[in-house]
């Protein structure tokens, strides 16, 4: 690039800075930094020309210019030689005083552009704007603003001119009238005094180490008195802080003496601004740089202001700090730098002024305080060291406040104690307490009104300041170790501290893992010279409960089993090869599953399995009986804690199971049911799962003692009998005796198989029984207690299932399943039949499963009365209502949906286990006939339902099926009829879940057929692909789904079925559904056009159906449906569809002739289907003669049966006008034949019977339909329109001189 182009492009993009758009202004900028990188020295020379070349050039745009003036001059200072920096210094200098007026925009940039230059060529800088500052003159606001600026960028340059420059500026101090001039001396002030300092504090990088602070003092004593005397009482704000943001820098350079003079008139000055809460950070600021420049100096002066500093400084920090006002955040940490200052040189007083605010009461002064010791306590460790006795002592009262605030200041000294010794002092075990105890606040809060002030701490910021304080001075400081460990391990077993324990353990793990290495062949617990400690088995008790709801508190059960596995060798010598192996594998397993994904349920039974092996492993009788104990005693402290207390009954029923005494063992059992909570669900349950538990080792035991038990004084009422239960309700006497049903239930459920057979009839059955019913004067009174009830239903269940599971359940004949059905349906019958508010029917179905397995098998009318109950009593449930936030919590929705769901789920298992007992097509259609009209209904809630249920039991039916032998499936058809149409539903539910029935159902026709199951079809996987496009309403995708789930239907289906689903089908034009019923009539014409030619012999069938369904309706789209398709059929098979129609009985009625109206439309068939009926009509005779012995020997005419059906059919055709083109092509013919019919009907009568019905006919009041055969010749005379008004041309030419007029009149011609 050559220079002369650099220019042309430099004055072009120039040039254009007089454009009025910002964004072009921006543009120029970057394209002159652009051209400057590349050749800096032509671009400046450049801009200097074309500044001085137009100087009339606005200033707006000048400052464009300027500004890529600096920027160039910034980055390619290096290269720059002197004549360009000449130039360019020459020229920023004009610019910047051109205008006596100050125009900071401009005059600003031309200053930076001086700045830029002068960090590399200050000496030519000074020497062109010295000539600007000259003594007694008062200068132009910009050159002592470029004088400051300079002094701040280039120090060692600087600072050796400033001497001459205070020399000159002094006496102008008095002249400046304007507070903008004394703004800028302020400013130039301050970064004078900075730049010396910073100069002074680096003196042997200096250009002149020979200077010295004394060298500017004087002259900076003069520049205070005016400063401080004159200028600090201006009423002008910016003044006023110009002058104090000074003083600062200014009291580190003033010599000695009088900085001592002036400390009792500056300090209360200083603090007198505090007034003004604007001020207040650079008040702060500037009195923290006179506190350090009078401490350097060893004031005495200080200590008699220090009372009035310390209690002006208190109230800046006691005073509201909003964190979003970053002005406020500075003068916090401005303050607190005194402080620091303060506390290095005067620690006595410093402490004894504040630890006596910690007795206040009043929370902002309390907060306040907490934070100065932070402060104190990390800046001045040296001087703190003998004090933190004192310290300590003065915390009492702040760790019994309740403030989150005070709480949140409290935690943060105590992060800085911790890092400083002082926790090892007596006493910092309390701070060690506070700590975990914040750490156990809710992690999570409900909503809090907002507050009036700016920071509302809540529990979960408190909770969460704590956790990250408490595993920092674990990790990170090491003197921290001996005190936490293993102290925190006092903290575990407490169960209000529960929400610490994620924390606790982590904590924990990194502090036992570190003292492991120090000391790997002796790390062990050492309770002698700590006796507070939990036992070993009350921590393992503790903390395998707390594994058992592994994703509360933030992983606190990973976090709890990594704790077990680090003390297993304190817990028990011999577990550590065992838990090394088991604890990983069960950490990992947690790690890689969710809350969603690890159920509950095989968790607990995990936990319980490796609480099985750690006891066989330990095999130590004293130490499981030990254990045990410590459980039970353990059991109380989860009174509140439903679920853990669960488990815990488990864990102590698991222990049981492997302790040697018995006498523990029953003594156990005993305090136990003495002891139980019964009003609660949770542990009712707990309890009878360990004593079912505990039957799995001491089945005789459990059985005798639950016995022993009973005969008690609980169930007995009269008063001179006393015990224990005396004071309980009749309620709770209820919850007793449903703890008891299902402990029996638990017995069965976990006592070893071999032996348990033998007492389920004896032991178990015949005491639930006892307990569930109630007798009164010798009446069975049946309970109405809930919980009763559903103990009674559960425990049959596992009593059920004990027997399923057993070996030897093929044999076992259940003799009571019979009376047991029968009370699951009455459970189910009671319920309320519009309302689902409790699990009965769900948990009854679910019992219902096994005891159809069970033998004796249920007979036929018992099943049947088994799923009709079942069915009624849980898809007739009313639609459930969308909840709304009146109605209660979104918590009450979720459940009553999940109730919902495992009801129907029971439902449906209960189907899948009857089918399984009968896995044929006769058991499929069994099921069927009762799903069926619930699958029709009319109410689509119950429909969507059935069509769920029916997907899921098809579904079932085939993943169990096993075809060893090719058989029919004999009732498919049927079954696709029933469902294929619900493809269109008006629900878009059944619609996709109608798909998967007939999707499942072609695949098991491909089973029977001698597929294998995994055998996939490509025509029936179509289906679904289909089903995302059926969640769209629109008519035409689902006439197309329509269509296509024909055709695949009609693929795969057996010719031997396709009639019954064709007959089924037709039964489902009367849907109540009108898009069923037009899916219905689809279907019926696909299948026909496919596979209709196979149908034959079946044709008078599916008519004589056809007939039968019209009667039934008068719904439009049914009669169009069936004559289309007749004419399907009629197109296939003509013969056969006219001989069955003539074969209808006459009078014809409106079904039979819709029928054969739906033949005229097409012109093809039409003519074939005339060429019949005349065949019809010319063939047979049209009469016969009989003797009637009434009249001697006179005989009478009787119309025969076929041509006079034919005649009808006729009219019925010739009456529909689109039947015209077909008429007219036979015209002759017909004319002929009606004309040889009318000829040969005359006189002629109706047979006996025909007669006989058109009497019938008319005594039901119908509109008379004549069968007078003349008559009804005429009225299908070609050209008559008769019926239909088909008008003809006029008979062929010549053919009606062939007739009388008389003739003809008689004809109708």
């Known amino acids: 690039m050559t220079e002369s182009r650099v220019k042309r492009l430099a004055v072009t993009l120039m040039d254009a800075t007089t454009d009025k758009d ?38 707006p745009h000048r400052i464009i210019i300027l500004r890529a003036m600096e920027a160039v001059a910034r980055s390619s200072l290096s290269q720059m030689d002197k004549s360009t920096a000449k130039i360019v210094i020459f020229l920023a200098s004009n610019e910047m005083t051109k205008s006596k007026d100050v125009i900071p925009e401009w005059q600003q940039a031309a200053s930076n552009v001086l700045v830029a230059v002068g960090r590399r060529f200050i000496n030519k800088v000074m020497e062109e704007v010295l000539t600007k ?5 008062l200068p132009h606001y910009f050159v002592v603003r470029t004088f400051a600026s300079l002094s701040v960028s280039n120090v060692f340059g600087m600072v050796p001119f400033l001497t001459s420059i205070l020399g000159t500026m002094l006496p102008m101090l008095g002249m400046a009238k304007q507070d903008n001039m004394k703004i800028v001396f302020c400013f130039a002030l301050q970064n004078f005094s900075e730049s010396i300092q910073e100069y002074l504090a680096n003196l042997d990088q200096a250009p002149d180490p020979t200077v010295r602070r004394d060298t500017f003092s004087q002259e900076l004593f003069s520049a205070y008195e005016v400063l401080f005397n004159s200028w600090l009482l ?8 110009a002058v104090v943001e000074a003083l600062g820098p200014m009291s580190h350079l003033l010599p000695s003496e009088k900085l001592e003079e002036q400390l009792p008139r500056l300090i209360p000055g200083m603090l007198g601004l505090y007034k003004r809460p604007a001020e207040a950070y650079y008040v702060s600021k500037s009195l923290c740089q006179i506190l350090e420049a009078s401490v350097n100096i060893g004031s005495r002066t200080l200590d008699t202001q220090l009372d009035a500093l310390l209690n002006a400084l208190q109230l800046q920090i006691s005073t509201l700090l909003d964190s979003s006002v970053p002005v406020q955040l500075k003068n916090h940490n401005e303050v607190l730098r005194c402080f620091t200052v303060l506390a290095a040189s005067f620690p006595d007083r410093v402490l004894a002024f504040l630890l006596p605010k910690l007795e206040s009461s009043n929370e902002r002064t309390r907060v306040g305080t907490l934070t100065i010791l932070r402060q104190i306590i990390n800046s001045a460790p040296s001087q703190m060291e003998i004090k933190k006795p004192f310290i300590l002592s003065s915390m009492k009262l702040p760790l019994q406040d309740n403030s989150n605030k005070v709480k949140r200041a409290l935690v943060q000294v105590i992060s800085a104690m911790a890092h400083h010794g002082y926790l090892e002092q007596p006493g910092g075990e309390a701070m060690v307490e506070f700590l975990v105890r914040q750490c156990a606040l809710p992690a999570e809060q409900l909503p809090r009104r907002q507050s009036l002030e700016a920071e509302d701490v809540t529990d979960s910021q408190v909770r969460d300041i704590s956790v990250n304080t408490l595993f920092l001075i674990s990790t990170t400081v090491d003197r921290m170790s001996e005190v936490l460990w293993p102290y925190l391990l006092e903290f575990v077993t407490p169960v209000h501290l529960t929400g610490a324990l994620t924390p606790l353990c982590r904590s924990l793990v990194h502090l036992a893992a570190k003292n492991q290495e120090e000391q790997p062949k002796d790390f062990h617990l050492h309770y002698d010279n700590n006796a507070n400690l939990p036992s070993p088995c009350a921590l393992m008790s503790r903390l395998l409960v707390v594994a058992s709801q592994p994703y509360g508190g933030e992983g606190r059960g990973s976090a709890a089993l990594r704790l077990l596995n680090v003390l297993s060798r304190s817990i028990h010598p011999t577990l550590e090869p065992l838990w090394n192996k088991k604890l990983p594998e069960l950490v990992e397993r947690l790690e890689a599953n969710t809350k969603v994904s690890l159920s509950q349920e095989e968790w607990e039974d995990t936990l319980l399995k490796f609480l099985q092996e750690t006891l066989m492993t330990i095999s130590d009788c004293s130490w499981t009986c030990r254990l045990t104990s410590e459980m039970c005693r353990q059991l109380s402290s989860y009174n509140g804690s439903s679920v853990e207390k669960n488990f815990l009954y488990k864990c102590v029923g698991t222990a049981l199971a492997a302790c040697a005494n018995k006498d523990l063992v029953r003594k156990t059992l005993q305090e136990l049911l003495e002891t139980a909570r019964y009003q609660e669900e949770a542990e009712r349950e707990g309890l009878a799962c360990c004593l079912g538990l505990c039957a799995v080792t001491y089945l005789d035991e459990t059985l005798a003692k639950l016995e022993e038990f009973v005969k008690s004084d609980v169930f007995r009422k009269s008063a001179g009998l006393f015990s224990i239960f005396k004071d309980r309700s009749d309620n709770e006497v209820e919850k007793v005796k449903g703890t008891l049903i299902l402990c029996y239930g638990y017995v069965a459920r976990y006592a070893p198989t071999e032996l348990v057979l033998a007492r389920i009839d004896a032991d178990i059955l015949r005491n639930i029984f006892l307990y569930f019913n109630t007798k009164v004067l010798g009446i069975k009174v049946e309970t109405k207690d809930l919980s009763l009830k559903l103990c009674l239903i559960q425990s049959i269940c596992m009593v059920c299932q004990a027997i399923c599971n057993s070996a030897q359940s093929g044999d076992f004949t259940f003799s009571h399943k019979a009376e047991l059905v029968s009370q699951m349906m009455d459970f189910i019958k009671a319920e309320p039949p519009d309302s689902l508010r409790t699990p009965i029917r769900q948990r009854a179905m679910a019992t219902c499963v096994y005891l159809v397995f069970l033998e004796p098998s249920l007979s036929d009318a018992e099943t049947a009365e088994l799923l009709d109950t079942c069915l009624s009593g849980v898809l007739a449930l009313p639609e459930a209502e969308t909840p709304r936030e009146k109605d209660g919590p979104v918590l009450r929705a979720r459940q009553e949906e999940t109730l919902w769901r495992d009801t129907l789920g029971a439902l449906e298992g209960l189907l899948k286990g009857v089918l399984q007992r009968d896995l044929t097509p006769r058991g499929l259609q069994a099921m069927f006939e009762h799903l069926g009209p619930w699958i029709k209904s009319t109410k689509e809630h119950e429909r969507e339902r059935a069509v769920e249920v029916a997907a899921g039991v098809l579904e079932f039916y085939r993943e169990k099926l096993n075809v060893s032998t090719v ?32 999707y499942a159902l072609l695949y098991i026709q491909l089973c029977y057929e001698g597929f294998a199951r995994d055998h996939r079809d490509e025509s029936v996987e179509k289906l679904k692909a289909m089903k995302p496009g059926l969640r769209d309403p629109d008519v035409n995708t689902l006439f197309q789904a329509c269509c296509s789930i024909a055709k695949v239907i009609a693929k795969r289906l057996p010719p031997d079925q396709l009639l019954s689903l064709l007959l089924t089908m037709l039964e489902g034009l009367a849907d109540p559904d009108r898009n069923c019923s037009r899916a219905a009539t689809v279907m019926i014409n696909s299948l026909l056009k496919e596979r209709g030619a196979v149908l034959l012999e079946k044709v008078p069938e599916i008519l004589a159906v056809v007939h039968a369904k019209l009667q039934e309706v008068d719904q439009e789209h049914v009669w169009k449906a069936a004559q289309q398709a007749v004419y399907i059929l009629a ?10 129609l003539l074969n209808s009985p006459l009078p014809l009625d409106s079904c039979t002739c819709a029928l054969w109206r739906a033949l005229a439309p097409d012109p093809t068939l039409a003519s074939q289907v005339l060429e019949l009926l005349l065949e019809k009509i010319n063939r047979d005779v049209p009469y016969k003669e009989n003797k009637s012995f009434l009249r001697g020997s006179t005989s009478e005419r009787v119309a025969t049966f076929l041509p006079l059906s034919a005649t009808c059919a006729l ?3 010739m009456s ?4 015209g083109p077909a008429v007219v092509g036979l015209y002759a013919e017909l004319f002929v034949t009606l004309l040889l019919r009318v000829s040969c009907t005359v006189g002629v009568q109706l047979p006996k019977g025909l007669l006989s019905k058109e009497r019938k006919t008319l005594g039901r009041g119908q509109p008379p339909r004549t069968l007078d055969p003349c008559r009804y010749c005429q009225a299908e005379w070609p050209g008559r329109g008769g019926g239909g008004g088909l008008q003809l041309p006029s008979p062929p030419c010549g053919t009606d001189f062939c007739f009388s007029s008389a003739q003809r009149q008689a004809l109708g011609l």
């Open 1211 to 1213: 009219h019925e055709l």
């Open 1131 to 1140: 197109s296939q098979h003509r013969v056969v569809v006219v001989s069955s």
């Open 133 to 137: 500052f000259q003594p007694g003159v």
């Open 967 to 998: 058989v029919p499936f004999y009732n498919l058809g049927l079954l696709v009829a029933l469902f294929s149409p619900r493809c269109t539903d008006s629900l878009a539910v059944v619609r996709q879940h109608a798909v998967d029935c007939v």
């Open 1216 to 1219: 529909v006008p689109e039947s």
């Open 234 to 241: 201006s009423r002008e704000a910016k003044l006023r802080l």
């Open 22 to 59: 910002p964004q072009v202004h921006e543009q120029v900028f970057s394209a002159l930094c652009y051209l400057g990188e590349a050749e800096p020295e032509e671009l400046l020379n450049a801009c200097e020309e074309y500044l001085r070349q137009h100087d009339k050039l606005a200033y």
